[in-house]
């Protein structure tokens, strides 16, 4: 799904795992939408993510999760 968001920008929900999870990307928990401000590189493929609003969320693998993620327009 894509829209536009305020700015300009484009918003759209995409699939994510340990590989290509990004800063800025807005993974909803338990219905609370949490957008991801650092990443830490754990071994065996997995990413610890760390949300702006101080919770963790580790990231195996074969994690796979569904981000809002704000897409520039050129």
Do not use: Y
């Not at 997995?46 to 580790?58: I, Q, S």
């Not at 990231?59 to 520039?72: D, E, K």
């Amino acid at each position: 799904m894509r829209g536009s968001a305020p700015g300009g920008a484009l918003a759209a929900n995409i699939e994510i795992t340990s590989v290509n999870v990004q800063r800025g990307d807005v993974i909803q928990i338990g219905g609370q939408p949490c957008r991801v401000a650092d990443l830490v590189q754990l071994p065996a493929g997995a990413k610890r993510l760390l949300f702006e609003t101080g919770e963790v969320l580790t990231m195996h693998a074969q994690s796979r999760l569904i981000a809002l993620r704000m897409m520039r327009k050129w």
